[in-house]
């Protein structure tokens, strides 16, 4: 996902996780660079440093969305 500040990434991850149906709350990965869910990880890419890759082994069985 790409967008400025406030334009609503995280109200669309929110939104995802509804459908389906995660129990946690989901947050802004603003102050980490990777949140784990239940059905979900959800990565800032932003402050990404390296490749994607290493966090691989989180991604089993779950959607991944990236901003």
Do not use: C, Q, R, W
């Amino acid at each position: 996902m790409d967008g400025e500040l406030g334009a609503g990434k995280t109200t669309l991850t929110k939104e995802i996780g509804k459908l389906l149906n995660e129990t946690k709350t989901i947050i802004s990965p603003t102050f980490n660079t990777l949140l784990i869910y239940d059905h979900l990880v959800h990565i800032d890419a932003y402050k990404l440093k390296g490749s994607i890759n290493i966090y691989e082994e989180f991604f089993d069985g779950k959607l991944v969305i990236i901003e």
